[in-house]
């Protein structure tokens, strides 16, 4: 089913200097309360570690703008990203970095997210993928080696939260708005 979905959704057009990838994680929560999170453009340190705050420019919806501070520790401390997609129904989400003092030069990413069973339960399988051009001085495999551990620790902090919501049953704000 993996790869049913990658091909399906996770498909980048990439070019010359650019690389790419997709990676799943499987989270023992349901899809809801998961997608809850994720769909949050303006709320990613609910979730990411590595973002201390996140401020908007604009409504919550495709088009608009947020200026995002990253924790110290990383070779970057802002960076400014656009929503791309965000389908409710389809739970697809997608973001173009369009600025901010890193090397993610054309980075755009795609997260889905597909109800499925774990051990028994509801659970929800994540997929994120990634383009990005390759900096100057790297090779494609240190670029693909440096932003999916960046995505992998944020999968990893996702399914914390979500596994903690879920075995609490606890519900915040972020998972009641859906807007």
């Given at each position: 089913m993996e790869s049913q979905y990658i091909f399906r959704h996770h498909q980048h057009d990439v070019g010359i200097n650019q690389c790419s990838s997709a990676l799943t994680k499987h989270i023992k929560a349901p899809v809801d309360l998961v997608w809850s999170l994720v769909r949050r453009f303006d709320?990613?340190?609910?979730?990411?570690p590595f973002v201390s705050r996140c401020t908007m420019r604009g409504d919550l919806k495709v088009g608009s703008l947020r200026e995002v501070?990253?924790?110290?520790?990383l070779p970057a401390?802002?960076?400014?990203?656009?929503?791309?997609?965000?389908?409710?129904e389809e739970h697809i989400f997608g973001i173009r970095i369009v600025g901010g003092d890193h090397r993610l030069r054309n980075y755009s990413s795609i997260l889905t997210v597909h109800?499925?069973?774990?051990?028994?339960?509801?659970?929800?399988?994540?997929?994120?993928?990634?383009?990005?051009?390759?900096?100057?001085?790297?090779?494609?495999?240190?670029?693909?080696?440096?932003v999916e551990a960046l995505i992998n620790c944020n999968l990893k902090s996702l399914a914390d939260v979500c596994e903690r919501m879920a075995q609490s049953g606890s519900v915040n704000s972020n998972y009641e708005a859906r807007g």
């Amino acid at each position: 089913m993996e790869s049913q979905y990658i091909f399906r959704h996770h498909q980048h057009d990439v070019g010359i200097n650019q690389c790419s990838s997709a990676l799943t994680k499987h989270i023992k929560a349901p899809v809801d309360l998961v997608w809850s999170l994720v769909r949050r453009f303006d709320q990613p340190q609910n979730y990411k570690p590595f973002v201390s705050r996140c401020t908007m420019r604009g409504d919550l919806k495709v088009g608009s703008l947020r200026e995002v501070d990253v924790r110290s520790g990383l070779p970057a401390t802002t960076s400014t990203e656009r929503l791309e997609l965000l389908d409710d129904e389809e739970h697809i989400f997608g973001i173009r970095i369009v600025g901010g003092d890193h090397r993610l030069r054309n980075y755009s990413s795609i997260l889905t997210v597909h109800p499925e069973e774990v051990d028994g339960r509801p659970g929800t399988l994540v997929i994120e993928s990634f383009m990005v051009d390759i900096p100057c001085g790297n090779t494609k495999d240190e670029t693909v080696y440096f932003v999916e551990a960046l995505i992998n620790c944020n999968l990893k902090s996702l399914a914390d939260v979500c596994e903690r919501m879920a075995q609490s049953g606890s519900v915040n704000s972020n998972y009641e708005a859906r807007g």
